[in-house]
């Protein structure tokens, strides 16, 4: 049996790093590409970027507050974010 969270109860609170990149890292991926079609020549740049950007919501994200959004919400404002900011 794969014990292995899914996205729905995947909690960024208390799961690894490496296992909140992997869960969204198609998700960055996605973004990313949106991105590369203005620039396909760094599609990979805006990878990274956008990983960064993942890793920056892990960091700030804060399950406990009261009028909390999804991760997954958090998350997309910080991936775009550094994306745009990269451009």
Known sequence: P???PTKVDLDPSTAST????KE???????IALKYAR???DQAEDLMQMG??????ALKYY?????HKASFKSFAVVY????IRHYL
């Open 79 to 82: 991936i775009k974010g550094e």
């Open 2 to 4: 794969n014990t292995r």
């Open 62 to 66: 804060d399950p406990s507050r009261e």
């Open 38 to 40: 203005f620039a396909p």
């Open 18 to 21: 490496e296992e909140v990149v």
């Open 24 to 30: 969204f890292l198609p998700l960055v991926r996605q």
């Open 51 to 56: 990983c960064l950007g993942l890793l920056k």
